[in-house]
């Protein structure tokens, strides 16, 4: 029983490790070639976390499952109970980051028309596209001074407007921006005296489109709530039963740890195809 368990916890740390370390078959075999990391960069950057890198990541959520793990086996003694919520511990970082980055792309879905708005009329000003560009780092939304920001210190730095625009994509990591940046690309290159009528199109496009989002994810808010407190709920009883050691001991048995593992499989087949249902469809970044 002890060399299964081990098998196991070492078995769930190998799969942690390649989820950041080892591109997948499907990942390795699109034409941009983009691994898993690569995908974890991308996601700390859609969050805000500039800070962190994908290997911090892992070694947090390493060491989160790791403490509670132990943690969990001196309160119930009982190894498939602290191996179940180690488990669950260790995903809690990377739930945390994909968190912050879907309320970060909530946030700036509300701030991309008034940075839209702003270029329009640095446009209808007569603003050079890299001096309209420079203007949304002191007078855009306060979220998003940051990037432009070093769009400005770049451009002052090489005067390569291309190359500036690419690396304010991979700091904006949001695809309203690689929109933007690309139609202000052509626009340079090849010019266009529609390029305000344009921006003031898609200003009206994009607040109709956080209108409608925001009354979708107000209607159906009470329902994934809800699902979600019903996969907790028999997590939160086992760990007020973990105090009680009389009772948790029949779970350190093959047949305790048979079924836990079989609630966990089925709480994580019910979370995801609630989260799949209840999605509301997301724009990919097409244009990175």
């Known amino acids: 029983m002890g060399i299964l368990l081990g098998l196991m916890l070492g078995l769930g740390l190998v799969l942690i490790i390649r989820t950041f370390v080892a591109p997948t078959p499907r990942a390795a075999g699109k034409a941009s070639g983009r691994s898993l990391r690569d995908r974890a960069d991308e996601l700390l950057v859609q969050a805000g976390i500039e800070s962190v890198t994908p290997g911090q990541l892992l070694g947090a959520c390493i060491g989160v499952g790791f403490f509670i793990f132990l943690v969990m086996f001196v309160v119930s003694r009982a190894v498939p109970v602290a191996l179940a919520f180690g488990l669950m511990a260790a995903y809690a970082p990377f739930a945390l980051v994909r968190y912050r980055a879907r309320a970060r792309r909530q946030e700036l879905r509300e701030l991309w028309p008034d940075v839209v708005d702003n270029l329009a009329s640095s446009v209808?000003?007569?603003l050079s596209l890299s001096e309209a560009l420079t203007q949304i780092s002191v007078r855009g939304p306060q979220p998003l001074r940051r990037p432009f920001q070093r769009f400005a210190e770049d451009y002052r730095a090489t005067g390569r407007f291309n190359d500036c625009l690419d690396r304010l994509k991979r700091n904006l990591a949001d695809p309203v921006g690689d929109r933007i940046v690309e139609s202000l690309r052509i626009a340079r290159e090849v010019g266009g005296s529609d390029l305000g009528r344009l921006l003031r199109t898609l200003s009206s496009f994009l607040r109709e489109d956080a209108r409608t989002r925001s009354e979708l994810?107000?209607?159906q808010s009470w329902t994934v709530?809800?699902?979600r407190l019903a996969v907790a709920a028999p997590w939160m009883v086992l760990a007020f039963m973990s105090f009680q050691r009389d009772v948790i001991?029949?779970?350190?048995?093959?047949?305790g740890f048979?079924?836990?593992l079989i609630g966990a499989v089925v709480c994580a087949v019910a979370y995801r195809l609630m989260l799949r249902i209840g999605r509301l469809p997301e724009e990919e970044r097409v244009l990175r």
Not at 249 to 255: E, H
């Open 225 to 227: 709530n809800g699902a």
């Open 249 to 255: 001991a029949r779970y350190n048995s093959p047949v």
């Open 217 to 219: 994810e107000a209607r």
């Open 124 to 126: 209808r000003a007569g």
């Open 258 to 260: 048979l079924v836990l």
